[in-house]
């Protein structure tokens, strides 16, 4: 499993916004890498494809590269789409009709129906695709995405507050007053950086007492 799926992105509570916060959705291709694996590792993470598939599906790189390639276009295209919408519905912006049409493209060619899994904690409304193509793959987070740009403009999809990070995510919490995709990377770091900053002021009055 790529460091970033298990450690960087995983925050969203929403499979969309999960996917939307991947570094190869957001078309940050500046080092070059190959997105494939961190692609794979997602949708096994995100148990949309069953451990035993995940090996068959992950060696596709190598055995068949085209249908491979193609997906990841897809895959591509689905991820900065949902995130052109998403960053819309924050700024109460109105959506473009060519920015949901990756989504409709997946909704249209994936066929299936809804089931009731038990993910180990909790009882959760999943999709189960019928297994064409392998647009297949996207079908339930492009149903993830459908469902919360259908919500339209909620307090409840955020950015995080360090604007550094820009991870976007749901907040279901009871009082929708989380701010962080996650208090241990970035809450606590903004509280260590507010408390250096009000640390600095105080050196900074002291100084200038001392100086007067
Ligand atoms: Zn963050």
Redesign the pocket.
């Known amino acids: 499993m790529s460091v970033e799926v298990s450690s960087h992105s995983l925050f969203a509570n929403r499979l969309c916004l999960d996917f939307a916060n991947l570094p190869f959705a957001s078309g940050d291709r500046a080092e070059g890498a190959i997105f494939w694996d961190e692609f794979v590792d997602f949708l096994a993470v995100k148990r949309i494809i069953s451990p035993e598939k995940t090996a068959s599906i992950r060696a596709m790189a190598k055995s068949d590269p085209c249908a491979a390639q193609n997906l990841l276009d897809h895959a591509e295209r689905l991820g900065h789409a949902l995130r052109l919408c998403f960053r819309a519905i924050l700024r109460s912006q109105d959506l473009h009709r060519e920015w949901v049409e990756p989504v409709n493209r997946i909704l249209r060619v994936t066929e299936g129906h809804d089931e009731l899994q038990w993910d180990g904690t909790a009882w959760r409304l999943g999709f189960i695709a019928r297994e064409e193509g392998l647009e297949w793959l996207l079908a339930a987070i492009a149903r993830s995405g459908a469902e919360l740009i259908s919500e339209g403009a909620s307090q409840n999809l955020k950015q ?1 507050a ?1 604007p550094d ?1 820009q ?1 976007l995510f749901y907040d279901d919490s009871r009082t929708h007053r989380r701010r ?3 208090m241990a ?2 809450g606590n770091r903004s509280k260590v950086a507010a408390f250096a900053r009000r640390n600095q002021q105080g050196e900074g009055e002291k100084a200038s007492a001392h100086h007067a």
């Open positions: 995080c360090n990070c991870i962080w995709c996650s990377l970035c």
